[in-house]
């Protein structure tokens, strides 16, 4: 293993994270409500009363951030290094839909939240999304 | 009240995946090769977050009702099924495909990235088509 020194923020990353912290306390301290975004998105795919608004008013503000941050930074934000062609995304996109309905969440609802409360299903969840995509990047990187 | 709380949470979440790093795939994919060139700082984002979520989820249990005065929606369960892992190992896969989870997904959208906007059109397509086949399963049969 060597450590990619050139990439590696760790105050950025440490100072972001503490944001979805913070994002994740507001929530569920002030609305009651777990802040996993699949979950947030899926529980639009079957609407029922009182469970509309407050996931659109929370995506709207996901939806802020980009221009937000680019107000406050005075210049774009940095172009992603995004190396997966238009079918890999298709792919990518259609298992991260099922994958995260089907295992009741991802990495903000298990990994964040779901760690938070010491949640054993949670700890499982994340586990096997963590080895999966560990075992994706090593076969794409490194085997094919 | 619920819903600008809601807003700015959704606001201050996308904020730290943005200040996070966590919008690159190539920073995400970084974290998964630990056999190449491997950049740890995904670790951080878990720890800060779960750093202030652990206070917060410790206050939250303690509550009947939360301080907005809504009903508390934590989850209950604590089994574990096979539609938790397998689901899970799914998600992995087409995470380390793509180096998009659903959060940096969306603000990435949102920031008019096009490759973001095909894996989110595909993402909602999963999701649609794991509704339908809950409600084909579901389904109450005739009398």
Not at chain 2, 44 to 70: H, N
Request: with cysteine.
């Amino acid at each position: 293993m060597t450590i990619d020194w050139a990439h590696f923020t760790p105050g950025a990353s440490f100072a972001g994270g503490v944001l979805i912290g913070l994002a994740a306390a507001m929530l569920v301290l002030l609305n009651g409500r777990i802040a996993g975004i699949s979950g947030i998105v899926g529980g639009l795919m079957r609407p029922r009363r009182g469970e509309i608004l407050w996931r659109l008013a929370f995506l709207a503000g996901l939806f802020a951030a980009p221009p937000l941050m680019v107000l406050l930074l005075g210049h774009p934000l940095p172009a992603p290094r995004i190396e997966a062609a238009f079918g890999t995304l298709i792919a990518a996109g259609l298992l991260v839909g099922i994958g995260t309905s089907y295992g009741s969440g991802c990495t903000s609802g298990h990994g964040v939240c779901g760690i938070s409360r010491l949640s054993p299903r949670s700890v499982v969840a994340t586990a096997a999304f963590m080895l999966a995509g560990i075992a994706t990047v090593f076969l794409v990187r490194h085997v094919v | 009240m619920n819903l600008a709380a809601a807003f700015a949470s959704g606001l201050v979440f996308g904020l730290g995946l943005i200040i996070s790093g966590m919008t690159d795939p190539g920073k995400v994919i970084g974290f998964l090769d630990v056999a190449g060139y491997w950049d740890p700082s995904l670790a951080l984002v878990m720890a800060g977050a779960i750093l202030i979520g652990f206070f917060a989820f410790q206050l939250a249990a303690k509550r009947e009702r939360s301080f907005l005065r809504g009903a508390m929606h934590l989850p209950r369960r604590g089994d574990i099924d096979k539609r938790l892992v397998l689901g899970s190992l799914l998600f992995g896969v087409g995470w380390g495909l793509a180096g998009f989870c659903p959060g940096p997904a969306l603000v990435s959208f949102a920031s008019g990235v096009e490759a973001a906007a095909t894996f989110v059109l595909a993402m909602l397509g999963g999701m649609v088509i794991h509704a339908a086949m809950e409600r084909l399963i579901h389904a109450p049969r005739g009398h």
